[in-house]
């Protein structure tokens, strides 16, 4: 019998923090769910605790590959995802305990296209809001849209949300190569969903650490990168939603 739920968690060389997150993942208070863990090519022992949680826990399974990005980390979870649901999380992150519970849960009373809730950052010893989703979640907002609630075109991230897998499938998502793959796919979910749920609990905590993509946006590759992130949101808007197209902000 499938997963209600069906999370994909891409890795490479985080072995530090990946224990952490495969924890919340294992300890969500949602039990109908599988794990896709996809190793992009990593050189540490991300692997063997991949391993390890699959010996522990028969809802996790991993998946070997190349290193090509998180994009088509992501994209090769996707294909082997069984669930009703679709989520992603990233492998340095933290998904709050009942997270999948209030999401899911959403989604099935609502039967929204996808619902989305509060991110929080943190360092491992703090937490704080995040400063991208300031605003957005202040109020609990059920089977609503972008085009009703503007601020929503800021809610770029894949990884606070849970999607209906027949929207994700329906409307072809799929996260491009290189970084700030996220935006592309985000805004493309937002703008073609029927509906969306927007919760205010904190269901993600994402993590500050150096050496990370957001953490290096001065650096001139990470510039260009957000730059064709943000000529992929755009172009995708005047296609398939171009009454939603206005000055593009920061993707992250």
């Not at 692997?47 to 290193?67: H, I, S, T, W, Y």
């Not at 294909?79 to 709050?96: E, S």
């Not at 897998?165 to 996260?175: K, N, T, V």
Request: with cysteine; glycine share 6%; hydrophobic share 35%.
């Amino acid at each position: 019998m499938s997963p209600k739920l069906s999370v994909v968690v891409p890795f490479h060389n985080t072995e530090e923090y990946l224990r952490e997150c495969l924890e919340s993942l294992s300890g969500q208070s949602f039990r109908d769910f599988e794990v896709i863990m996809v190793d992009d090519g990593s050189t540490d022992n991300g692997a063997v605790l991949a391993k390890e949680m699959c010996e522990r826990d028969g809802r996790f399974r991993l998946v070997a590959r190349e290193q090509e990005g998180p994009g088509p980390a992501r994209n090769a979870g996707v294909r082997q995802a069984k669930g009703k649901y679709l989520a992603f999380a990233d492998a340095d992150d933290v998904v709050t305990p009942d997270a999948y519970m209030r999401l899911v849960g959403s989604l099935e009373r609502t039967g929204s296209d996808l619902a989305c809730g509060n991110v929080e950052r943190t360092d491992g010893e703090r937490r704080w809001q995040s400063v991208l989703h300031k605003d957005l979640f202040a109020e609990r907002r059920l089977s609503t849209h972008v085009s009703s609630q503007p601020l929503l075109i800021r809610d770029r991230t894949p990884w606070n949300k849970v999607y209906r897998r027949g929207f994700w499938d329906e409307i072809a998502l799929e996260f491009p190569k290189g970084f700030y793959e996220d935006p592309p796919v985000t805004v493309r979910a937002h703008a073609l969903a029927k509906s969306v749920d927007v919760l205010p609990d904190t269901v993600y905590l994402w993590r500050k650490r150096q050496g990370s993509i957001t953490e290096e946006r001065y650096d001139w590759d990470n510039i260009s990168q957000r730059m064709r992130s943000a000529r992929l949101v755009r172009d995708g808007l005047a296609s398939y939603a171009p009454q939603l197209l206005t000055p593009m902000t920061s993707t992250r």
